[in-house]
């Protein structure tokens, strides 16, 4: 398979990934089953539980809370959520989705160059930590409750893992799998430590503003090395 072809497969897949993502978003796949009414009554729900989850951790929430939150019926919350566990993965599976939608626009704007909208994706995963730093606490709390919820926090990062996977396989066609997958490893690393870091540092740490070109520079190095 010639490098072009390796392209346009690694985009067509990337494409079929994201519409199922898409498609499968809580506010989306529960919305259709319910009236216009209870569709948005599931969307209150979630944003709620979000709030809730960011304040008070998955330890401190309840379904109580979610429902005052809300501005609803404990029984509310409970004909569309009957768990906490259920609210708790719907929640975090509309919240990641959101970010799948952040990969769908940079993709969309610069389909033709998968390395330009891999190095713009890692951008967003860097200036998106200023103001989301807590929300990834909270989920590496809650993934190291219990082996379900690791196994849960793994299946919904699996998603995005798979974006950056395929955009990596167009734009490293001569890497054979087990050199793609470390290239993806070594980016999560990145990131996930600069959220760290962004969300432990001081506000004034002068290395941390200058994260954003650094960490893309790095990016690029880890991308584009050939073993």
Same mark, same amino acid.
């Given at each position: ?84 566990? #259920? ?116 506000? #004034? ?23």
């Amino acid at each position: 398979m010639s490098e072009d072809q390796h392209k346009t497969r690694a985009i067509e897949t990337i494409q079929a990934h994201l519409a199922d993502l898409r498609a499968n978003r809580p506010s989306v796949r529960l919305a259709g089953e319910y009236s216009a009414k209870g569709a948005n009554t599931v969307c209150q729900i979630l944003g709620a539980a979000h709030t809730v989850f960011l304040r008070d951790g998955h330890a401190g929430l309840s379904m109580r809370k979610v429902a005052d939150e809300a501005g609803l019926a404990v029984g509310n919350v409970n004909y569309y959520f009957s768990t906490k566990r #259920d609210l708790v993965d719907a929640m975090l599976r509309e919240v990641l989705a959101d970010y799948a939608e952040a990969h769908t626009r940079q993709f969309e704007a610069d389909r033709d160059a998968p390395l330009e909208i891999l190095l713009n994706v890692i951008d967003f995963y860097v200036v998106n930590a200023h103001t989301s730093h807590n929300l990834f606490f909270q989920i590496w709390g809650f993934a190291g409750g219990d082996d379900n919820a690791k196994a849960l926090i793994r299946e919904l990062y699996r998603p995005i893992g798979r974006f950056i996977y395929y955009l990596v396989r167009a734009i490293r066609p001569d890497a054979d799998d087990l050199e793609v997958r470390q290239i993806v490893l070594q980016l999560f690393s990145l990131e996930e430590g600069v959220k760290l870091f962004i969300g432990i540092g001081p506000e #004034d740490d002068r290395a941390l503003a200058t994260a954003q070109q650094h960490i893309r520079n790095a990016a690029r190095r880890i991308i584009c090395s050939k073993a």
